[in-house]
């Protein structure tokens, strides 16, 4: 996360370090670092005083002072940080000569999220003041920061995170099959693109959610997921919403990371009316509330488990965001009149993310996709349809929903025979058949649609290749292809697969024993399958680093965080590591938890 703010004239360098310092002091977030535990448990732990880096950046002489400033700063975002090491913030003070201009943070997402930046620029402006005036400052109102790492700490947010989890993965399974069914358009992608309108309309908006009897951010939701819904023709649009605790008054001015996201499901009936759309929402969002805040980690593996099982995309999908008020408008600057379209250099959560604000009269609409997937058009074109939408339904509140959505000229998706719909969506057939020829053994693959909606995929390929492992492989393209699944039934190579999954605990290679010796060292007294990839077996993502740096040490090079994150078997990953095993240990014979095997550490 990056924020900044300008300086007043004649303020010195020393000042505004000093004034960074006592901004430490007042939330005890940012001087939290998160060691890892004898468990393999990152654990919090704050400390009690932290002076973060500060690198000067003098632009004076600089043709554009801001441009010098910007490139400064994009390097020093480039710096990873050591979460185990200290707290996850440094800062960049902009100075011209003597005079100090702007001061950067860049902070970690564990930290503080994009609402905290107000908070933190008050409480900056705050102790300058005192500092250059000689005054105390004044108190500030901060409550206490709520992260992943307070869950962890407490039964009670144990408990709050597992019943959110378990409400994720009920939502989950009532997802449609595709929740994003789009084409690639180009395969250069992911392509970041970011597109930024402002319009006078946030009283039309407050019209449209007092008459319906719901908040602002429900009337944005409300129409957003019926034009999405209208153009993926789809029954039900499952949109990602990143919810905000600041919402109550006790987290208003917490800094930390509060959002959280949950996926809901709206439905598509174009007979209701906006007040019946816009309660559906409502109670949708309000799960959003009840069940916001989760242990991060866990819910990543479920994530990833339900991927597995179900055959279908559950991670990637639209997402909205409603952030409060004012929290990031420090950084945005002067606000274009018309839509302003740029490409972006940092990673998309989702494909495709609405995000809106009221600012007095204006509403702030910033709409950031992958242009992979949706053309800059196509993205403007929905976000301008959900603004006519409310402003028609401001207008005629008794219009039904279909036709609000005619008359604000929605745009559909145009589809082609490659395409089949099942369960309320869409899955594109000609995307199932491209991502299994991506595998490299395979040499021709066809996707085949039965008359219950059922599809069947027939491969030709290698005879190493295993209907699992292909599965693997399948499951891992999902999000890369939104329009795709994993098919029922595969015939590969003839050959019907018997749906047995492989290993079940037989190792079939001195190799595979070391593997499984590694893991179970990292994560004691897990029952790992070597058929089955990593995280299925109730690893965090926190332990992929250690997971590696074990690997390492017990001989097994050549392998890397995609490695484990990549639905490869670990057989499959056993088979390609370098390892040099002592020629007295013993072959594997059936279960190699039976095996009197030596320590990772004794196989270097």
């Known amino acids: 996360m990056l924020t900044w703010w300008p300086i007043p004239e004649e303020t010195g360098t020393a000042e505004s370090v000093e004034a960074l310092h006592r901004l430490m002091r007042d939330f005890k977030g940012l001087r ?80 503080i999220d ?77 392509l970041p693109t970011e597109a930024i309108l402002t319009t006078d309309r946030a009283a039309v908006c407050e019209r449209v959610a007092r008459r319906s009897g719901v908040p602002v951010s429900t009337a944005f939701l409300g129409a957003y997921s019926a034009v999405l819904g209208r153009f993926l023709r789809m029954d039900r649009t499952p949109i990602n919403v990143y919810s905000s605790n600041r919402f109550d008054a006790d987290h208003a001015e917490s800094v930390g990371c509060l959002y959280q996201t949950l996926p809901v499901l709206v439905g598509n009936d174009g007979k209701d009316s906006i007040r019946a759309l816009m309660k559906q929402a409502q109670t949708a969002l309000l799960d959003t509330y009840r069940f916001g805040c989760y242990d991060y980690d866990d819910a990543t593996d479920t994530r990833v488990r339900e991927q597995f099982r179900l055959g279908r995309n559950v991670s990637v999908m639209p997402s909205f965001n409603f952030p409060p008020a004012g929290s990031a408008a420090a950084d945005r600057g002067s606000a274009p009149a018309g839509w302003s379209v740029t490409p972006i250099e940092h990673d998309l959560g989702d494909p495709f993310e609405f995000v809106v604000q009221i600012m007095g009269p204006d509403v702030l609409c910033a709409v950031r996709f992958d242009a992979a997937l949706i053309p800059p058009a196509t993205a403007t074109g929905l976000i301008s349809a959900v603004l006519r939408v409310l402003d028609i339904a401001d207008e005629h509140p008794d219009l039904p929903v279909g036709l609000l959505l005619d008359a604000a000229g929605t745009p559909v998706l145009d589809r082609g025979a490659d395409w089949t719909r099942r369960d309320g969506s869409w899955i594109h057939l000609d995307g199932i058949a491209e991502a299994a020829r991506s595998h490299p053994a395979v040499t021709g693959a066809t996707v085949a649609t039965g008359s219950d909606g059922s599809l069947t995929l027939r491969v030709e390929a290698d005879a190493s290749l295993t209907p699992y492992a292909l599965r693997c492989h399948l499951t891992g393209r999902l999000a890369e292809l939104p329009g795709t699944v994993v098919p029922e039934t595969f015939v590969l190579n003839g050959a019907p697969d018997d749906g047995r999954e492989p290993g079940d605990g037989v ?35 926190a332990d992929l680093s250690r997971v590696l740096a074990e690997l390492a040490t017990a001989g097994l090079g ?27 240990m013993p072959a594997p014979l059936g279960d190699s938890r039976r095996l009197p095997v030596p320590a990772p550490a004794e196989l270097i």
């Open 32 to 111: 939290t670092r998160y060691p890892i535990d004898a468990s393999s448990i990152p654990v919090q732990q704050v400390l009690a005083d932290f002076h973060p880096p500060v690198a000067l950046c003098d632009v004076a002489g600089a043709v554009d002072e801001r441009a010098a400033a910007e490139a400064f700063v994009g390097r020093a975002l480039q710096q990873d940080f050591d979460l185990a090491a200290g707290p996850p913030i440094s800062a960049v003070l902009v100075t011209s000569g003597a005079q100090a201009r702007w001061m950067a943070l860049i902070i970690h997402h564990i930290s």
């Open 114 to 190: 994009g609402a905290a930046r107000r908070t933190l620029a008050s409480s900056f402006e705050r102790h300058l003041a005192a500092i250059r005036h000689g005054g105390p400052a004044t108190a500030p109102h901060s409550g206490s920061p709520l992260n992943d790492a307070v869950l962890q700490g407490s039964a009670a947010g144990r408990q709050l995170s597992d019943a959110a989890i378990r409400r994720w993965a009920g939502v989950a399974a009532a997802m449609p099959p595709t929740t994003l069914p789009v084409p690639v358009l180009s395969a250069d992608g992911p």
């Open 507 to 541: 190792f079939g290679s001195v190799r595979e024993v070391a593997f499984e010796l590694a893991l179970r060292h990292v994560r004691p007294g897990a029952a790992w399958n070597a058929a089955q990839p990593y995280l299925l077996q109730g690893g965090r993502t």
């Open 558 to 584: 050549g392998l890397t965080y995609v490695d484990l994150m990549d639905f490869r078997p670990l057989a499959d990953l056993a088979r390609d590591a370098r390892v040099v095993l002592p020629a007295d």
